[in-house]
């Protein structure tokens, strides 16, 4: 199926993320919505691609939509603050087991302490 050429369109770059938010016609000339999320993954030889997700919204769910998109947008930032808590965001963020979780070098892991006998006869 080809898509028609965007009436109307925004984009939001966020990241290794872009979203894009199209208007767009139907055969009818009726109009619709389209989210598309296209994300860049860069390969081991350093070349890159993009994954490309869409999702297409009729005006006739448009007002179920922006209900619940709202509520659950409300809902997080209810429940969790609008600051961004992830260590992909926030340099500095450590993970609470990681501060409150004591290190062990390698040469601790060496000694014979740290080591368990398995008889492998019980095998």
Do not use: C, W
Request: hydrophobic share 30%; proline share 2%; glycine share 2%.
């Amino acid at each position: 199926m080809m898509e028609k050429e965007e009436i109307f369109s925004k984009v939001l770059r966020a990241g290794r993320r872009t979203y894009f938010f199209d208007v767009r016609a139907t055969k009818a000339e009726d109009y619709y919505l389209t989210i598309t999320e296209s994300k860049k993954f860069t390969n081991d030889d350093g070349s890159f691609h993009y994954k490309k997700h869409k999702i297409y919204i009729y005006k006739e769910d448009f007002s179920e939509f922006k209900d619940i998109l709202a509520e659950m947008t409300d809902y997080i930032i209810n429940e969790k603050g609008d600051e961004v808590i992830s260590e992909r965001h926030q340099k500095d963020f450590k993970k609470e087991y990681e501060e409150s979780t004591p290190r062990v070098t390698e040469d601790e892991l060496k000694t014979p302490e740290n080591f368990t006998d398995i008889d492998f006869d019980d095998i």
